[in-house]
């Protein structure tokens, strides 16, 4: 093998980078930066609140002591009283000191606990969906108010011409081919969402084959049937499936007697074609 042949090869069996599998990677990536920023967040507002907590309780013990000296007590009192304020006014800080740093400490870090593992779950889980699910842009839904009702209701009966216009086949053609494949299994299933009747697949199935160009195309047909594609899909399957069954009793030579009112047809067609030619050529 040589080395061009190698590199076509490589390239052939490298793998490609999916819609999920981008969405995965930026979704870690937003988790990785927000856990980050949420982080630095929280210690600033701890530094903030232990420098604002502080401060405060400072203000709070030289409002004391002055609400105190403006009383003008006497000499012992004054000093014993200025003695045990200091030290519960010390005791009390400490105290006080020691359980709001011991709450906020508990609190942070139960919290830097829970927060990581709240996260870590929200991001399995939006991986989860982003791997299994099929659509990830739902689009909203197509309504379908089709003409196939009008053909097998009104134009069966009341404008038949219009009916083998349109499905290529009499009435009576129809109705023998329903009955036909009408028992096959494959329009019979256990799903709880039932099939479509057979001689409804059987009128998709005849316009979907019964046309050529864009006129036969699933999306034109579904148009018309007021179906969907996968509908369309689906029915012409299932008719191809039964009418196949039928192969052996449906599909033989035709006898000796056809075969000469063929012969016969085939060749007043060619006369006329060439006295048409003829006459033109003169």
């Known amino acids: 093998m040589s080395k061009g042949q190698g590199i076509f090869f490589s390239m052939l069996t490298m793998p490609t980078t999916s819609k999920w ?80 740093l011991g709450h906020i400490s508990s609190d942070s870090k139960d919290f830097e606990d829970k927060l990581p593992q709240r996260w870590d779950t929200q991001v399995q889980a939006l991986v989860t969906f982003l791997l299994t699910s099929w659509i990830l842009d739902a689009c909203p839904p197509v309504k379908k108010l089709g003409q196939l009702v009008l053909y097998l209701s009104d134009y069966q009966c009341d404008h038949p011409h219009l009916f083998q216009k349109r499905l290529r086949v009499s009435l009576l053609i129809f109705n023998c081919l ?27 199935f005849l316009l979907h084959v019964g046309h050529y160009g864009n006129a036969s195309s699933p999306e034109y047909v579904a148009q018309w049937a007021g179906v969907s594609v996968g509908t369309v899909i689906n ?23 056809e075969k000469e009112r063929a012969k016969e047809y085939m060749e007043r067609i060619d006369t006329l074609n060439r006295h048409y030619m003829h006459n033109n050529n003169n």
């Open 235 to 257: 029915a012409t399957y299932h008719c191809l499936i039964a009418f196949l069954a039928l192969h052996d009793k449906v599909v033989m030579m035709p006898p000796e007697e």
């Open 178 to 204: 329903v009955e036909l494949i009408k028992d096959h299994n494959i329009f019979h299933n256990n799903s709880h969402c039932p099939q479509h009747p057979p001689h409804v697949q059987l009128a998709i």
């Open 21 to 100: 599998i981008c969405l995965v990677e930026e979704v870690v990536e937003y988790h990785v930066w927000r856990k980050r920023a949420h982080t630095l967040h929280m210690v600033s507002e701890f530094l903030d609140d232990l420098s604002s907590s502080d401060a405060q309780a400072n203000a709070n013990i030289s409002e004391s002591l002055s609400s105190l000296s403006l009383s003008s007590p006497s000499p012992l009192s004054a000093s014993f009283l200025s003695s045990s304020i200091s030290s519960s006014s010390n005791s009390l800080s400490h105290h006080l000191d020691d359980t709001y």
